[in-house]
């Protein structure tokens, strides 16, 4: 069994748009220039988003990354609280986000 330690972890971010006017908006600053910036000052080994499609308010972005202590290093460091201010001064309180550190407990493929 690997230790939790070394399992591949993911920071999951759920951003809720309380008005669905800035969808586009916000789905474009999000594709060309937050995720770009958050995965390069992550140095996450990749980054991919999407949009709920139960509530279309509700869009996710996922950080991966190669253990925990890598995932837990992101939630104090200066490139969060950067990334922070900037999604603060582009959206303010249009948006409503939480953050979770993901430990993958287990895979499958279909072989």
């Known amino acids: 069994m690997t230790s939790p330690s070394l ?49 279309p308010l509700v869009h996710f972005a996922f950080y991966e990354f190669a253990n925990l202590a890598e995932a837990d290093a992101i939630q104090s460091s200066p490139a969060l609280a950067a990334l922070i201010a900037e999604f603060d001064r582009m959206w303010g309180k249009r948006v409503v986000r939480t953050r979770e550190v993901i430990e993958i407990a287990g895979t499958l493929k279909t072989t």
């Open 7 to 55: 399992q591949a972890c993911q920071l999951i971010v759920r951003a809720t748009l309380v008005d669905i006017v800035d969808r586009n908006k916000f789905d474009h600053w999000y594709e060309t220039e937050h995720l770009p910036d958050a995965l390069k000052a992550f140095k996450a080994q990749r980054a991919w988003r999407g949009w709920s499609q139960t509530n």
